[in-house]
């Protein structure tokens, strides 16, 4: 048995040649492992280890900074680790004393493994939207001998710009702190691959333009299309890029050629001036991913392999060691426009030439051997033997909507990921449109991209160990096996939106409604019982007020769709149902408007006190996207919207 803690005499020893991200893992373990025993462990250079007295101790770090490492490897008395990120854990008796060896071939490996180690040995959680350990005196370790490495070469995650970006502090309002925070997490997950989107919101910044289209003036609109300065948001993007090469992230710019007028344009002229300007703001990425982006027909009737080879010589061009990226998302997309039944939801688009489909990858065959393919979501199009040898990634989304059941249930969530392990692609990129909806399929997305073959109950347990205390995480898995079920089992599609569930409703069966909404208040009840053990836990509330706002939700929809059904019929119970409808709203609204996360006032007062931001701006923008965003002015806008579907008593035919 292994003890730190109060007490106990221990040392972090470090490799003598140790530098950059040895040193900090040093400093991480050092740091929570004092959150957690409340002592701070000193950190010291393993030259000192003869002539310390200590009782236990941690040696970290790679064969090729650390002397005693090495001897290590050398004697076999610890394997050497897989890859470069790969690492070992081991405990072992050394002149007898008791120490744990953290070792990994390279410094990035070195933080993967003591963030691990925190993890799977100390109990500590790193979530999407927090952290939380244990508090205890002294930490105790039976025997250690754990080895592991990433599955995925590239391993990225995107929090996007654009779905709730005139509503939340989403990554479009984002400053250096919201980008920091990010990062953080995202090394502790075992991320390596930063890549924001530049060009959604960046093309209308007027920095940019004056170095990428100097002899072109922007409309009032562009010159408009933020609220926070120019330059104010230049610099915490360029920081936080800095930041995450700093940390060993590679880079890659999320950047679709457009024109200021918001036009694409594939002149090479014109990509060489856009992509030039983006080096010359951020610095040389190790990737672009620049898609033609043709759900908006280019002027010229420009194809996607045209533009794409323009793209590519120009990054050659500009950025040369720079990859290009493209995606088989845009392979689709105008397909799905023209043959859609005349719905444009997601499902509604599915109906897209398989021939024309093929057309394009036979097409993009003749891509050069450096072009990598990100294939986008599960199931789109992977062919049965992989993309014939050539790079290729795989991205995902995983949420759209907050507080809605999960875009997928969490089972299928690892097929097609280890379908695309099997297939040797070569990276992963989970894409989160709604940032923090749905915390707990964006951490088992996080450790699938470390692990592929994870299966959703194992993680599960792991999940809600580090996340509830100990006298409450066994009710919290049965919570969530009973939302996983409501997920997996019964078909709602269509109410994402809060805003027009009119349109969709009539898509949802109603008896599936029902067993919906019995799931999920049932898995809602079971979180109450944790109550008084969690009321001081910020994850937990975090948790159960996505719960209750499924809840509410579902339970208007469904007087909503009973409602609907005696309209014409019988009014009287038309107005009872849609009477409970509201009142289930309002609860809904009363949730939401305790948390000022999501309300547009806060987010208001924030933007007022930044300086040199036009509040006026953001008022004008806040109108748009309604229909993607969870927040009290919204529902508001719903519940009034409601209301006026009552109809006078006297029209009751049954009464007649």
Same mark, same amino acid.
């Given at each position: ?57 941690? /040696? ?36 007898? /004393? ?23 040995? @100390? ?8 952290? &939380? ?31 709730? $970006? ?32 530049? =060009? ?57 050629? &457009? ?35 043709? $759900? ?27 990859? /290009?990226?493209?995606?088989? !998302? ?5 397909? !799905?426009?023209? /043959? ?69 249930? +969490? ?67 049965? @919570? ?35 067993? @919906?909404?019995?799931? @999920? ?52 119970? +038309? ?50 996207? &309604?229909? +993607? ?25 049954? =009464?007649?």
């Amino acid at each position: 048995m292994i003890k730190f803690g109060k007490s106990i005499k221990s040392v972090i020893f470090i490799g003598k040649g140790a530098k950059g991200s040895e040193l900090s893992a040093a400093k991480e373990l050092q740091k929570y492992i004092h959150k957690i025993t409340g002592v701070l462990i000193p950190v010291k250079s393993e030259e000192s280890m003869k002539k310390l007295r200590f009782e236990s101790a941690f /040696l970290i770090g790679t064969p090729f900074t650390s002397e005693a490492l090495k001897e290590l490897v050398e004697n076999h008395l610890i394997l050497t680790p897989k890859d470069d990120e790969g690492f070992v854990i081991k405990s072992l008796r050394l002149n007898r /004393l008791d120490v744990i060896v953290i070792v990994g071939l390279t410094g990035i490996a070195v933080k993967y493994a003591v963030y691990k180690f925190l993890e799977k040995f @100390c109990d500590v959680g790193f979530f999407r939207d927090g952290e &939380r350990h244990p508090s205890l005196e002294v930490l105790e370790f039976e025997e250690i001998d754990y080895s592991d490495h990433p599955k995925f070469k590239y391993r990225g995650y995107l929090a996007h710009t654009w779905i709730g $970006e005139t509503r939340y502090r989403s990554t479009g309002l984002w400053l250096f702190d919201d980008w920091k925070r990010l990062l953080d997490w995202m090394s502790k997950k075992g991320f390596n691959l930063f890549f924001p989107i530049l =060009t959604y919101n960046e093309i209308y910044v007027r920095q940019f333009l004056r170095r990428a289209f100097p002899d072109v003036d922007p409309s009032e609109a562009a010159r408009k299309a933020h609220p926070l300065p120019d330059e104010l948001r230049l610099k915490s993007l360029r920081k936080a890029i800095e930041y995450a090469r700093k940390a060993g992230f590679k880079i890659a710019y999320w950047a679709f050629p &457009r024109h200021p007028s918001g036009v694409e344009v594939y002149e090479e002229e014109a990509l060489k001036r856009f992509i030039g300007a983006l080096v010359d703001l951020y610095g040389k990425p190790d990737f672009f991913i620049a898609s033609p982006w043709c $759900e908006f027909p280019s002027p010229g009737g420009v194809s996607r392999w045209d533009a794409e080879k323009k793209i590519y010589r120009t990054i050659k061009l500009i950025s040369p060691g720079s990859d /290009l990226v493209v995606m088989t !998302w845009d392979w689709f997309i105008p397909f !799905w426009r023209s /043959l859609s039944t005349g719905s444009t939801g997601f499902f509604g688009r599915l109906r897209f030439p398989f021939d024309k489909i093929f057309a394009e990858w036979e097409a993009h065959k003749k891509m050069p051997d450096d072009v990598i393919i990100a294939d986008w979501d599960r199931n789109f199009f992977i062919p049965t033997n992989g993309f014939e040898g050539r790079r290729w990634w795989y991205q995902t989304h995983i949420s759209f909507e907050w507080f809605d059941l999960p875009f997928t249930w +969490f089972p299928p969530t690892m097929y097609p990921v280890n379908h695309a392990y099997e297939k040797k692609a070569e990276g992963i990129i989970i894409f989160n449109i709604a940032e923090f909806s749905n915390v707990l399929l964006c951490d088992y997305m996080a450790e699938l991209s470390w692990n592929p073959k994870l299966k959703f109950e194992h993680f599960l347990e792991y999940y809600a160990k580090r996340r509830y205390s100990r006298g409450s995480w066994r009710t919290m898995i049965e @919570c969530y096996k009973l939302l996983e079920k409501a997920s997996r089992d019964i078909f709602v599609y269509g109410l994402a939106s809060w805003v027009d569930p009119l349109s969709n409703l009539e898509k949802v069966l109603e008896e599936d409604l029902e067993r @919906c909404v019995s799931l @999920c208040e049932e898995s809602l009840s079971k979180a109450l019982k944790a109550y008084d053990l969690e009321r001081n836990n910020d994850l937990y509330r975090n948790d159960l007020l996505e719960l209750k706002l499924v809840v509410y939700k579902l339970k208007a929809m469904l007087h909503l769709k009973r409602a609907m059904k005696t309209r014409y019929e019988n009014p009287s119970l +038309f107005n009872k149902n849609l009477s409970e409808c509201i009142r289930w709203l309002k609860k809904a609204l009363r949730e939401l408007e305790g948390d000022a996360r999501f309300s547009i006032s806060s987010t208001r007062d924030w933007i007022k006190q930044v300086p040199g931001a036009d509040i006026s701006v953001y008022d004008e923008a806040s109108k748009v996207h &309604r229909s +993607f965003v969870t927040c009290p002015e919204n529902l508001r806008g719903l519940i009034k919207q409601i209301e006026k579907l009552r109809q006078p008593e006297e029209k009751d035919k049954s =009464t007649n």
